[in-house]
């Protein structure tokens, strides 16, 4: 697909973007060059190509999963003002 001028002052317009006289000719072929670029990638088969999740074929490092401090439930509940069978009592704010 190739640009021309008109195309390029319209995208600039829609863009919000101010391009100078000399500068359309360029900005027109590097455009255009982008276009075409994404029609071969477009060509190309992928039906074959299984969908990835990431681009880069790793695994995530991960720590194990260890339980590392003890249960200290009863020692925080016992300053809070009130507790229920383990959970935290709150007073109602939304009535």
Known sequence: MSLDRTDVEKIA???RIAISEDE????????SGILELIDKMQAVDTSAVPPLAH?????QR???DEVTE???REAYQAIA???EQGLY???KVIE
């Open 13 to 15: 317009h829609l863009a």
């Open 24 to 31: 359309i000719p360029a900005t027109t072929a590097k455009l």
């Open 55 to 59: 681009p880069l074929e790793t695994t």
């Open 62 to 64: 991960l720590r194990a």
């Open 70 to 72: 003890s249960n200290q």
């Open 81 to 83: 003002p009130a507790t």
């Open 89 to 91: 009592l709150v007073p």
